[in-house]
């Protein structure tokens, strides 16, 4: 009896996984990988150091998702929630104020990530106060996720995977699937990291930037869909007595050529604000010697030679090709064994059509226009009342 009804469980636990974690684990490590490589010389060395560590820190907080009820919520933000017609006229950015407005209830229920973010940075400086290695790191990682996190559209929508408009799936498609399949067509040469006298002002315009992409978000696939046929778009897998669907090869082929852009301009951002707010914790703490933090405590000549063939690929935009993220090494080894492969063992391979048709990946389309003003973001919600979609999230969260 037991056996029968793990795997299932097992199964579904792993899905709601996949949904769940934003920039996926791939993202989120290219983010903390090439953060690092923006920071200024007085704090590289120890990033460096630690840099495998970090990078494999960074998927903690999805990683412990399943196991604590309190670290859903800390991911997004629901913006239309509160209005589709300008929210962030109508939420107070401070999160007493916020709390004030809408009572600490409700902010947990549609998300407080701006607000994770903040705590994060405080930990971080708090940890380079105390010059504790351990601690920095931590910190340093968990904020990295959750900047990373605010810098995906659609975790600012109650529509976040595309279910109420009957493009369920679109989450991970945008956040892993094409990260994951056109990473060597991506741009990653960012802005080095600067002080930020104001974190809360600089997190809130990530999300309404994010925001602001939403309409592109949903409308260049409904585009794809229009001309695309359904049995084309979905690669359809039937297991357990159950037939579901995820989109194709072919779709998220079409999908990269329309949205591609935007996708690489906010994985390209993110390690920019990441590395900024690091630095900007290192120095409100009153910068503090990191090297007399290593042992050794000064980078060997290895480190050193390996650092600068990875800075100048960084610069090129050939790390991926160069084969240089460690995200591409880890996916295909420990974290695939579990949480990866137990999902794709869901899956049955996609139609020989299907893949034909993207076979030849096109160059990333320039990112649309954002307008952060912009007071409106189209939705569709399928006149589905607020109650519904709550708990269709929350059912899919869990
Ligand atoms: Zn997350």
């Known amino acids: 009896m037991k056996k029968t009804i793990l795997p299932l469980l097992l199964a579904a636990l792993m899905l709601a996984h996949g949904t769940a974690g934003a920039w996926g684990f791939f993202g989120h490590r290219v983010i903390s990988q090439v953060a690092v490589y923006e920071l200024p010389s007085s704090m590289q060395a120890f990033y460096y150091r630690h840099m495998p560590e970090l990078v494999r820190l960074s998927t903690a ?20 929630h509160y209005s589709e017609d300008n929210p962030f006229g109508k ?61 995906v559209p659609l975790h600012t929508t109650i529509n976040y995977d595309g279910q109420l408009t009957d493009q369920k799936g679109l989450h991970s498609l945008w956040e892993s699937t094409l990260p994951e399949k056109y990473i060597n067509d991506y741009k990653l040469d960012g802005e080095p990291a600067k002080y930020i006298k104001d974190p809360l002002t600089a997190i809130w315009e990530v999300i309404q930037q994010s925001y602001g992409f939403l309409g592109e978000t949903f409308d260049r696939a409904t585009k794809i869909e229009k001309v695309m046929k359904p049995e084309v778009r979905f690669t359809f897998s039937h297991k357990y007595g159950k037939t579901s669907r995820r989109y194709s090869d072919a779709f998220a082929a079409e999908y990269e050529k329309a949205v591609g852009g935007m996708v690489d301009y906010r994985l390209k951002g993110a390690p920019t604000l990441v590395s900024s707010l690091w630095y900007s914790a290192w120095q409100d703490a009153g910068k503090p010697d990191l090297n007399a933090l290593m042992t ?91 109650s519904e979609k709550v708990k269709l999230k929350g059912d899919a969260q869990k």
């Open 91 to 151: 939420m107070p950015r401070q999160y007493d104020k916020a709390v004030e407005k809408f009572k600490a209830d409700t902010l947990k229920k549609y998300g407080t990530v701006p607000w994770v973010v903040m705590e994060m940075k405080d930990n971080l400086t708090e940890a380079f106060r105390s010059r504790d290695t351990a601690a920095i790191v931590k910190f340093s990682a968990e904020l990295s996720h959750y900047v990373g996190d605010a810098f």
């Open 296 to 386: 050794p405590s000064k980078p060997s000549k290895e480190e050193k030679a390996k650092l600068s063939t990875e800075l100048s690929a960084w610069k090129k935009n050939t790390l991926a090709q160069d084969q240089l993220l460690l995200a591409q090494q880890k996916v295909k080894k420990a974290e695939a064994a579990d949480e990866i492969k137990s999902a794709k063992d869901m899956e049955e391979p996609a139609p020989a059509n299907a893949t034909e048709v993207g076979a030849a990946p096109a160059a990333p389309a320039p990112a649309p226009e954002v307008n952060p003003a912009a007071d409106k973001v189209k939705i569709k919600t399928k006149g589905k009342d607020g």
């Open 61 to 80: 907080p999805d990683e412990r998702r399943n196991d604590d009820p309190t670290e859903a919520p800390k991911h997004y933000i629901d913006m239309d």
